[in-house]
């Protein structure tokens, strides 16, 4: 069991950074630095709080947050060869346990 998180971990952190692509090098630097002095969340530590992460998005970003968290899903989908289907009243949160029960 210890192994499939450990994948899903790996996974996701490579979501994560393939996602952040969008800002510039320095916005990223930027947002671990804040990610990790505001909220106490290291890079190392994002796949193994999820959920902290978005809050912590949310918080820095606001309604912008939305637009990271989608392409997050969107690579993690793609990466697991999964479709991706936007659904109105899913969290990030439901996203991410649809992704583990379809592994």
């Given at each position: 069991m210890q192994e499939a998180e450990t994948d899903f971990e790996k996974l996701?952190?490579?979501?994560v950074d393939e996602s952040l692509t969008v800002l510039p090098e320095s916005g990223r630097?930027?947002?671990?630095?804040?990610?990790?002095?505001?909220?106490?969340?290291?890079?190392?530590?994002?796949?193994?709080k999820p959920e902290n992460f978005i809050d912590a998005?949310?918080?820095?970003?606001?309604?912008?947050?939305?637009v990271l968290e989608k392409l997050i899903v969107q690579n993690m989908y793609s990466k697991l060869g999964l479709e991706?289907?936007?659904?109105?009243?899913?969290?990030?949160?439901?996203?991410?346990k649809r992704v583990i029960t379809q592994k």
């Open positions: 996701f952190m490579k979501a630097e930027m947002l671990f630095f804040h990610l990790e002095r505001s909220f106490s969340i290291k890079k190392r530590d994002i796949p193994k998005l949310e918080q820095i970003f606001g309604a912008g947050a939305q991706y289907q936007e659904r109105k009243d899913y969290t990030f949160t439901d996203y991410l």
